[in-house]
Each structure stands twice: as C-alpha cells, then as structure tokens.
C-alpha cells in the first residue's frame, strides 16, 4: 500500500514540472496628479456694463468701488463729467481703463494699487510711485491714458539734442529730460503721449544711423590729430551757429575724430 501511495505521489509531483506557470500582473501603478504644478492665470471675466451718459465722474467712481470692488481714495476734488456706453460687458481692466480716458480729459490720474484707486491731479501724478520702465521700442509701450515714466535710450545721436528737435512735437504738461551718461531720454506723461513721442525719437535717430559711415583716410602732408581738432571746431561751429549760439550736447559730425585712445595711436597718419 505504501508503495503504491508512493508512486501516486511522483506522479503528481511530475505532472506540477510539466505544467506552465503563469505570472499574475501586477496592478497598474496609479498615478498621483502634482499638487504644486503651476496653473494657468484665469482669464478675467467680462461682467461690468458701462452705460454713463453726461455723468458725473464721482458717479463713475461709486460704480466702480460697488461693481467691481475697487477701493477708492480721493486725494483731489473731481469734478466733470463722461460720456462712454458700451453694449458688451467690460472687464475691470477695461473699466479702468475708460475711467483713465475721461480723468486724463478732465485734468486727474488714477494711480492703481492692487484694487485701491487713488485719483490725484495730472501734476501731482508725476511725482507719486507710478511704474517706472525701460523700453527699447516704442512698438512696446501701450497707447493708453496711464501716467507712467520710461527711460528709453538713445543709439546714435545725443539724447540731448534730439530734445531740442522734439521740442515743438512735446505736449504741454509732459516732463522730459536726458541723461548724458547713459545717453538717454527720460520721460514722464501718459504711456500714450509717451509712444507718439518715443516713435518720433526712433525714426530720427534710425536716419542718422542710416546716414552714417565709417571711412580710414591715409594723410600724407598734414598731422591727422590736428586735422581731427580742425574739423570738430568747424562742426561744432556750425551747429551752435544754427542754433542761435547754443551750446551742443555733441558734435554735429556723426564721429569724434581725434578723441579717446592712446595719444601715440592718434599721431599715425
């Protein structure tokens, strides 16, 4: 009996080697969203109606400081009115926008600071914490009625006298300035007063930067530095003679020959 029980048990145990063995899987590994991954800034909602005919400006504030939450700080009696309606819904940038339309129209400046509003008057404006920017093109500052500063600089002519050129073109009240060092203008108005003056600055400066070439003359009977000082007198005479005596900020001779360098360079003809 024993025997027998021993051969049924190789039996079996020579049938488990033969049969295939199957690998259970092992359940997909669950992926967990990233609690810190940045989200994209909601777009503001369009949800303001602006319909003021002939109102009153402090009518407009108390809609925007109910409507849309601003808080609203007056520095300086508003008066005046506005005219703007629009058949869409606005957003508050948009509202805060056409609430800077009709206060520049009227002589006053909003001064944005998260969602307080402080109203002061145009002058007073430019002297407060506006936003101060650097800009290379004029294509990038925005044509609205924002006062803001912007020190745009200046490539191939003096800062200086390209003031003098922009005079005529400047609006009243705006505040314009240069800066020799850096060779720049400084300029504080509303961006979109800034933009048309900014643009006018660019296409003077690009024509002389167009007109201007660099060519290396041999001498062989003169001293090149002293021809160098003859001929920046000579400019610099001209141009003070076309402006009346004034002083110029640089040469009007798009170069500087003779200045900068080492002395010993210079004596080469």
Partial sequence: MKTNQSAFTLILLGLAATLPVFAQEAP??????????????????ADLRINFRNA?????LDY????????????????????????QPVTRQEAVD??????????????????TLTIVTQEDARTRNIPIVSSDSWEKIPQTDVVATYIIPV??????????????LLPEKMQISANQNSNSLIITDSQAAIRRIAHIASL???????????????????????LAATINQ????????????????RSGFPFNFGRGGNNDNNRGN
Avoid: C
Avoid at 28 to 45: F, V
């Fill in 204 to 226: 003077l400066d690009s024509s002389v930067s167009g007109a201007s070439s660099v060519r290396i003359i041999p001498l062989k009977h003169s001293d090149a530095k002293e």
């Fill in 28 to 45: 997909p590994a669950r992926t967990l969203p990233a609690t810190s991954e940045a989200r994209p800034a909601e777009a503001e909602t």
């Fill in 98 to 115: 056409i609430l800077d339309a009709a206060l520049a129209k009227n002589g006053y400046a909003a001064i944005r600071n998260g969602k």
């Fill in 155 to 168: 490539r191939y002519i003096s800062a200086t006298d390209l003031i003098t050129n922009l005079q005529p």
């Fill in 234 to 249: 000579l400019y610099a005479t001209q141009n003070s003679s076309a402006r009346g005596g004034s002083t110029p900020g």
């Fill in 56 to 60: 009153p400006l402090e009518m407009v």
């Fill in 64 to 87: 925007l400081s109910e409507a849309a939450g601003f808080t609203i700080v007056l520095e300086t009696q508003v008066k005046g009115t506005i005219d703007v309606w629009s058949n």
